[in-house]
C-alpha cells in the first residue's frame, strides 16, 4: 500500500513548505524510495497560466506543459523528477471534473454535494498521481496556511484519507515561530495556534517543522510537545539557511526521513546525500564573485522587491556559477529606468554578464531592448530567454538590418515589420479570447546547428527543451537577419521554427525561444547557463 504525507503551513505564507516538500522527497529518494511530489493550489483558476507572476511568483512548466506553482521547480530541482499535469492539482480543476461528471450522469442522480464529493475527488486525483507514477510515498503541499477557508475542502480530503488508511497518512505541518526584535526570544504561541486550527479540522499533526530565523531549541520543543500533542522527538528544528541545498541535510540530522519511515511501520534506511553535502560544503567556500545583471519588471511588490518570479533563472545562474567555482551575485536592474534615461546604460558595464528573461505585454520593452542593444555593442555576455530572445531579435531588425519599424505583433498591431509574429493557429485562439493553456507548451524538439556556442554547449544536435510562448521569429524575414549576421543556431524540426538565435564576433550572445531555466539542475547546471557564466568569468 502506497504511503502519503501531507504537508500544511502555519502561521504564513511564504513558511516553506515547498522546500520542505521537496527536501523531504530528496531524503526518501536517496533512502531507495520513489517518491511524487503533488501541489495543490486553492486558487479556482485551471493552473497558473493566467495568473501575473508578481502576485503569484513564477509560472513553472512542466514538460507535458503543466503552468504550474514555482514549487514544482523546487520538486524537481532537488529530486531531477520532472513534473506533468499530475503534480499539480487547483481547486478550478476539481470543481471542473466534479461538474463535468455531474453533467455526464455519473453520479447516477446523486445530490452532488461540496463535502463530500469535493474531497472524494481530490482523493481520487491524489492516487490516481500516486499509482501512474508508481510512488511508493507520495508527499502533498496543501496551498495556503490553516486557518483560512479556501484550502479547507482540500484538509477535508486529508482527514479522509487518514480515517481511509490510518496506516499509510502522515500530517506535517510547516510552521513559523518568529523573533519579536523587541523581545528578542522566539515565540511558539502562533504555531501552537496553528496547530489546534488544525486540530479543528480534524487534523492531529505527526510533525511540526519549526521554521525561524534561529534553531529552535530544547526548552521550546518541549513547551510544543505539551500543547501540540506530540512528542518532543517529532518536532524539527528548521532554521534559516545559506543555501536551501542545506535544508535536506539539516532535516537528516535530526533523523527525519526514518522517523517519518518508522511512523509508516517502515524499517528505517540509510539516506545518501554525499555529493549534496559536498556542493553545499563547495558553496560554503566559495569566495570569488561573479555579477549578473537580470533585466526586467516582475520585481516589486508595493515597496518590498520580491525575485520569486524569476526563482528559476536564479537557481540556474547559482547551479552554473557553482559549477564554476563562483559566487553569484545577482543585481535586479528595472527595465523602466533604461526606458527613461539613456544614460543609465551605462551601468550595465559593471556586471559580468547580462540577462533579459521571459516577459508578457509591452510595458518597458523598450528598456529591455536599449540594454541589450548595450550589450550587443558592449560586447557584455548576453542571454536572452523567450521574450528576451524575440526582444533581441527586433533590436537587431532596427538597428543593424536598419528595419526602423521592427516590433512584436504582441505589442504593436503595425504589421508591416513585425520581425516576431502570431502563428496562424494562435492568431485563431486568441479572436476567440482562448487564452488559458493555449500557448506553445512543454517540451518540443529543436535541432542546433554545428559550430555553434550552442552545440558547444549541449555537445548533442538533437534536445527537447520547454516552452511557454504564443509569438515567434517570423520567418518572412529570416533572409535579411540571417543576411545581416543574425545565425540560426537551433531549429525547430516539425515547424521550421527559430529556437536559438546568437552573433558573430561578441563573448557571447545567445538567445533561446524556450525556457532553458527549467532544466537546471543543482549537480547538473544546463549547458546553455554553463557557457554563459563562463563567458561572463572570461
Ligand atoms: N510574450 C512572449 C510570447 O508570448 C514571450 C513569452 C515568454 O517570455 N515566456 O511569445
Same mark, same amino acid.
Given at each position: 500500500m502506497p504511503k502519503f504525507i501531507f504537508v500544511i503551513g502555519g502561521?504564513?505564507?511564504?513558511?516553506g513548505k515547498g522546500i520542505a516538500v521537496a527536501s523531504i522527497g530528496k531524503i526518501l529518494q536517496s533512502k531507495g524510495f520513489s517518491v511524487c511530489m503533488i501541489k495543490c493550489d486553492?486558487?479556482?483558476?485551471?493552473?497558473?497560466?493566467?495568473?501575473?507572476p508578481t502576485e503569484h511568483g513564477e509560472v513553472f512548466v512542466g514538460k507535458d506543459g503543466i503552468e504550474a506553482d514555482q514549487d514544482l521547480g523546487n520538486y524537481e530541482r532537488f529530486t531531477d523528477i520532472a513534473s506533468t499535469k499530475d503534480n499539480y492539482i487547483t481547486t478550478g480543476q476539481i470543481y471542473q471534473t466534479v461538474i463535468k461528471k455531474e453533467r455526464n450522469l455519473e453520479y447516477g442522480g446523486e445530490d452532488v454535494e461540496v463535502v463530500p464529493d469535493i474531497p472524494n475527488e481530490i482523493i481520487r486525483r491524489i492516487k490516481e498521481s500516486s499509482l501512474k507514477n508508481k510512488s511508493q510515498i507520495t508527499i502533498i503541499e496543501i496551498g495556503?496556511?490553516?486557518?483560512?477557508?479556501?484550502n479547507l475542502l482540500f484538509l477535508e480530503a486529508a482527514r479522509m484519507m487518514k480515517f481511509q488508511h490510518p496506516k499509510g497518512v502522515l500530517f506535517i505541518l510547516v510552521s513559523y515561530l518568529p523573533i519579536p526584535k523587541k523581545v528578542g526570544e522566539m515565540k511558539t504561541k502562533p504555531t501552537q495556534y496553528a496547530s489546534r486550527s488544525l486540530n479543528s479540522a480534524g487534523i492531529q499533526a505527526d510533525f511540526i517543522l519549526a521554521r525561524g530565523e534561529k534553531p529552535l531549541d530544547r526548552k521550546r520543543k518541549e513547551k510544543l510537545s505539551i500543547f501540540c500533542n506530540m512528542?518532543?522527538?517529532?518536532?524539527i528544528s528548521a532554521p534559516d539557511v545559506?543555501?536551501?541545498?542545506n535544508i535536506p541535510i539539516n532535516f537528516e540530522k535530526e533523523n527525519l526521513g526514518n522517523k517519518i519511515l518508522k511512523k509508516f511501520s517502515l524499517k528505517p534506511k540509510k539516506s545518501n546525500l554525499d555529493d549534496w553535502k559536498q556542493l553545499v560544503k563547495k558553496i560554503k567556500s566559495l569566495k570569488k564573485q561573479v555579477k549578473i545583471g537580470i533585466v526586467g519588471k +516582475?520585481? &516589486? @511588490?508595493g515597496d518590498f522587491v520580491l525575485a520569486d518570479s524569476y526563482i528559476s533563472v536564479i537557481e540556474a545562474i547559482k547551479h552554473s556559477s557553482w559549477f564554476h567555482k563562483k559566487k553569484p551575485k545577482i543585481y535586479w536592474l528595472f527595465s523602466e529606468k533604461y526606458e527613461k534615461n539613456?544614460?543609465?546604460?551605462?551601468?550595465?558595464?559593471?556586471?559580468d554578464g547580462i540577462i533579459v528573461p521571459g516577459g508578457f505585454g509591452s510595458r518597458e520593452v523598450e528598456g529591455k531592448i536599449k540594454a541589450i542593444e548595450f550589450c550587443r555593442k558592449n560586447k557584455i555576455p548576453f542571454l536572452g530567454l523567450c521574450l528576451g530572445m524575440q526582444l533581441a531579435v527586433i533590436e537587431f531588425a532596427r538597428n543593424?538590418?536598419?528595419?526602423?519599424?521592427?516590433?512584436?505583433t504582441e505589442m504593436s498591431?503595425?504589421?508591416?515589420?513585425?520581425v516576431i509574429d502570431v502563428m496562424p493557429e494562435q492568431k485563431a485562439l486568441l479572436k476567440e479570447k482562448? +487564452?488559458? &493553456? @493555449?500557448?506553445?507548451l512543454g517540451d518540443y524538439p529543436c535541432q542546433i546547428k554545428p559550430n555553434t556556442t550552442s552545440f558547444k554547449a549541449y555537445r548533442i544536435s538533437d534536445i527537447l527543451e520547454r516552452h511557454r510562448h504564443r509569438y515567434e521569429l517570423n520567418n518572412e524575414f529570416r533572409g535579411i537577419l540571417e543576411k545581416k549576421?543574425?545565425?540560426?543556431?537551433?531549429?525547430?524540426?516539425?515547424?521550421?521554427?527559430?529556437e536559438i538565435i546568437k552573433i558573430k564576433n561578441h563573448p557571447f550572445f545567445v538567445a533561446t525561444?524556450?525556457?532553458?531555466?527549467?532544466?537546471?539542475?543543482?549537480l547538473k547546471p544546463h549547458p546553455l547557463f554553463r557557457e554563459f557564466i563562463k563567458a561572463c568569468i572570461r
Open positions: 502561521v504564513m505564507f511564504s513558511v486553492m486558487y479556482v483558476n485551471i493552473d497558473a497560466g493566467t495568473i501575473r495556503g496556511t490553516v486557518g483560512e477557508y479556501q512528542s518532543v522527538e517529532d518536532i545559506d543555501s536551501i541545498y +516582475y520585481f &516589486a @511588490t539613456s544614460s543609465s546604460l551605462q551601468e550595465l558595464k559593471k556586471y543593424v538590418c536598419k528595419l526602423k519599424n521592427a516590433h512584436s498591431q503595425n504589421e508591416k515589420e513585425n482562448k +487564452y488559458g &493553456a @493555449t500557448m506553445r549576421g543574425l545565425i540560426m543556431a537551433g531549429i525547430n524540426p516539425d515547424r521550421d521554427l527559430v525561444q524556450f525556457h532553458p531555466e527549467f532544466e537546471s539542475r543543482p
